[in-house]
């Protein structure tokens, strides 16, 4: 049973600014710390690469809040929400802490796709009720 559907569509333009504006900072903010690491190396081989996948990770964060019904409020927090790939490539949400726990006894469980052109990365997030 669906629980929730987010989708959210953001101007890499404007993670390009913030990059800009607040330096490295703003990746802290937004990515975990396994997320940081393929930023970086990302965005030292290919800056704009490293943009864009900020911004996919940036959109699909927001995906996920909305799909949810929270928001960025806790436990939902930038942080303890991952993107990660698959070994086939497919996007997958890996949570932690407090929203690792929410989302777990809410027996809930959730699909992500994302998709970037020129300037605008663009995430879907269906979460489903797992049955009892």
Known sequence: MIYGIGTDIC??????????????????KVLSDAELLTWRKRGTRWPERGVRYLATRFSAKEAFSKAIGMGMRMPMT???????????????????????????????????????????????????????
């Open 78 to 132: 930038w942080r303890s929400c991952e993107i990660v790939n698959l070994p086939s490539g497919q996007p997958s949400i890996v949570l932690h802490a407090a929203l690792k726990t929410w989302f777990e006894a809410q027996g809930l469980t959730a699909h992500v796709t994302v998709t970037d052109e020129t300037d605008y990365a663009a995430s879907f997030v269906v979460v489903e009720r797992l049955p009892a």
């Open 11 to 28: 101007d890499v333009r404007r993670i390009r600014a913030s990059l800009e504006r607040h330096g490295d900072r703003f990746a802290e």
